[in-house]
Structure formats: C-alpha cells, structure tokens
C-alpha cells in the first residue's frame, strides 16, 4: 500500500506534535509535589514519629514503611487517621473484632480521615492529605493491642 499524505496534514500533525510538547511541562509546573513526610515501623510497636506538624491548606504525602521482619498476623502494621476529636482509643477497641476489615471498623468508618493498607514486613504504603485544615488528628496503628504500647500520635495542623 502507498500511503501519500498531503503535505498540508504533515505540518499540521507536526504543529499538534510541538503543541502537547508545550503543554506538558507547563501541566508538570502547575502540580506542585506534596510534602513528603516519612513515617516507619518495625518489630518493637512504636512509630519512629509521635508527632506530625502541618500548616493549614498545605498538602502532605505520608509514606508509611513497616521495617520489622515478623509476619503480618502477628505483626502487622497500619497509620490510620481520625478525625480532630476522634476517640482514638475506643477505635482501637472497636478495631479488634474487625480482622476482616484489616482493622478499620465499620463502625468508626466515619472518624478515618485516610488509612494505609495492613502492611507485612518490608512493605510501604502512601496517604495524601490534600487542603488540611487546621485541627489535632490523632492517628493510630489499628492492628489489636498497637495503641495501647503506644502506636500512636498526632498530626497537628496549624
Ligand atoms: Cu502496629
């Protein structure tokens, strides 16, 4: 087949082609990368930070790793966070009969602001927190008996 095209339509794809070439940096330009906030694990049941600080309107990306080595039955990990006001402890009760739902109860659902997954040894995983509003958010690791060793602690937004 002899595929002849008008040298019309080659300026023209060639224009569309340099156009998006534009536009792709200015889109880059416009999402500003979130504030990363690194938060760990491990073996032990404490998270490597009690406490988080934020400006209110500010958007933080929290990567949360569990850098223990035992399994996720026994010792698994999640960040999970409640609502200013929230009663963290009576959603760490709640959460002990909610294996199923990975320790997020159906019946605190509406005190999470975000959670990450359960996480095994070695494993990460991300919560982005867009506009936040100024407020004491406690967190939690949700997994039954975490908070009360004292997998806990406050993202504080001012
Ligand atoms: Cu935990």
Redesign the pocket.
């Known amino acids: 087949m002899n595929l002849r095209l008008p040298p019309l339509f080659l300026s023209l794809a060639a224009a569309a082609l340099s156009f998006c070439g534009l536009l792709a940096p200015a889109t880059a330009v416009a999402a500003a990368a979130p504030r990363v906030v690194e938060i760990s ?1 491990n073996d032990t ?1 404490k998270f490597s930070l009690t406490s988080i600080e934020a400006k209110a309107g500010e958007t933080i990306k929290i990567v949360f790793t ?1 850098n223990g080595t035992l399994p996720k039955e026994a ?4 960040l999970v966070i409640l609502k200013p006001g929230s009663d963290a402890a009576a959603f760490s009760t709640a959460a002990m009969t909610a294996k199923d739902k990975e320790y997020i109860p159906d019946s605190h659902k509406d005190q999470v602001v975000a959670h990450t997954a359960l996480l095994g040894p070695k494993k990460s995983d991300e919560i982005l927190l867009k506009d936040l509003k100024a407020g004491e958010y406690p967190f939690l ?3 039954p008996a ?2 009360a060793v004292g ?1 806990k602690g406050t993202l504080i937004v001012k």
């Open positions: 694990a049941m569990n010792m698994g990990h999640n690791c949700s997994f975490h908070f997998m």
